[in-house]
């Protein structure tokens, strides 16, 4: 059978890049009118920056394929912005038979952490945004006789991410797809969600590993567009379902339920029949986690532990038992520093040494190298100093922190966009490794780095 899209109308959100430039670009390509919606913002998403460019580009792209798309840069999560975007179809083709709702933001704050207003952010643009996009469509596709819906939800909402913004407003989804579906069932409208995993400008800020080398070679965002087609072709009877997809694979997600079980008026009666509703049934997968279904996708048991060590790291670090900061007058130490980041924990040897009230010193860290600490200050319990990556991504790193009478110390590490994290720090008892540190430190302040001139840096570019 050949599945073609010739006729149809498809919007696609979020669709300057990633997932949702795939998507629209295969529907083109099977002969699909395409609007190729992005606000076009930063990676993460959370500025509400606009960039009308992106959508353009992405829409010239498919135009320079042979396709027929245009662009739109408005903002889903606004009622108005959605109705935009519909009207636009309407206006330029006469109908809209697809809507794929796959514009997203990234959370940053880790919970219990998380205020309001990122909440509402993640609220806007997941839960408002696939409701504003169809409460815009679906008029017209009651007069069209049908038409197909996609939502974007996550395998995060199985249990992975202490950055609750997003899997609990992607878990929204579910509901409201299920009891679309229903609404929809006598007018030939089928909503459904899918669940992606793929390599994206999200996950390209993931450090080198062997989980990352897997996304990037085998989770390539069009593996996942002719799933995703087919569950838009008019021949998908299908409707009120869930979808893990990637790596050139999908599978059904379902809800699973055990029998129920009788009760009396007793605690004892719950706790008596509780142990055997909790165990697995036969033939029946649960998915109890987002880690479930990555194995499920294809990744060996190896990557999936890896995986899963990495992300149960990201709770809150132990504090030092009966900390008691004091204020400092003078720093000369060596640590075993340990952040809690969003990939796990990250581990460094840190030296620091005053110079009056200032600080320099520097971190090694296995991964990143040294990283020279700079505009270190004392300001009676507390210390600051910076530090900057490369890699993920550039980043300046702030430390504030404080230390107790033993030179124990905890605090809080800034990650400009990426929030903050909490950080404990120990002094190194092992004596090599001090001297080690301290030798490194020396060198470090005997050779320091040059900083390059304006002028010097523009040369250095032009070579």
Aim: aromatic share 8%; proline share 4%; net charge neutral.
């Amino acid at each position: 059978m050949s599945y073609s899209f010739a006729g149809k109308v498809a919007i696609v959100t979020g669709a300057g890049g990633g997932l949702g430039f795939e998507y629209a670009k295969y529907l083109a390509q099977h002969g699909a009118k395409v609007v190729v919606n992005d606000l076009g913002g930063s990676t993460f998403g959370l500025d509400g920056a606009k960039n009308s460019s992106v959508a353009e580009a992405a829409a010239q792209k498919i135009r320079a394929a042979g396709g027929e798309a245009i662009a739109n840069g408005n903002s889903v999560s606004d009622e108005k912005g959605a109705k935009a975007i519909i009207d636009q179809a309407i206006k330029k083709w006469g109908r809209v038979d697809i809507v794929i709702n796959n514009a997203g933001i990234a959370s940053t704050q880790v919970f219990p952490n998380v205020d309001t207003k990122e909440i509402n952010l993640h609220l806007g643009v997941h839960v408002l945004g696939a409701v504003n996009m169809m409460k815009a469509a679906w008029p017209h596709m009651v007069k069209q006789g049908g038409g197909r819906i996609i939502n974007t939800s996550s395998s995060s909402t199985l249990g992975f991410s202490p950055q609750i913004s997003y899997p609990t407003m992607k878990s929204a989804l579910f509901g409201l797809t299920r009891n679309t579906a229903l609404l929809g069932k006598e007018q030939n409208i089928h909503v459904n969600v899918i669940l992606p995993a793929a390599f994206t400008r999200l996950t390209n800020m993931l450090p080198p590993s062997a989980f990352r080398e897997h996304l990037e070679r085998d989770f390539q965002p069009e593996r996942l567009a002719p799933v995703i087609a087919y569950l838009c072709h008019d021949s998908c009877d299908i409707s009120g379902e869930f979808f893990t997809v990637g790596g050139g694979k999908f599978a059904r997600l379902v809800f699973a339920e055990t029998p129920a079980a009788e009760i009396d008026m007793s605690v004892e009666s719950v706790a008596s029949s509780i142990q055997g509703m909790m165990a697995d049934r036969p033939n029946l997968s649960l998915m109890k986690t987002s880690f479930d279904d990555l194995f499920n996708l294809g990744f060996s048991e190896e990557e999936y532990s890896m995986f899963y060590n990495m992300s149960v790291t990201q709770g809150e670090p132990a504090e030092i038992e009966n900390f008691k900061p004091v204020a400092k007058t003078s720093v000369d130490n060596v640590w075993d520093i340990v952040v809690k980041s969003p990939v796990g924990d990250q581990k460094s040897v840190l030296t620091l040494k005053s110079q009056g009230k200032t600080l320099v010193g520097n971190a090694m860290n296995a991964e990143y190298g040294m990283q020279v600490a700079e505009k270190g200050e004392i300001k009676g319990q507390t210390i600051t100093w910076k530090t900057k990556i490369t890699k993920p991504v550039p980043l300046t790193l702030t430390y504030t922190g404080e230390l107790d009478a033993d030179d124990n110390m905890q605090g809080t590490m800034k990650l400009g966009i990426f929030g903050e994290s909490k950080f404990i720090a120990r002094p190194v008892k092992d004596q090599q490794a001090r001297e080690t540190a301290q030798q490194r430190f020396q060198e470090q302040q005997a050779n320091p780095v040059q900083k390059k001139g304006l002028i010097k840096r523009l040369l250095a570019m032009i070579d």
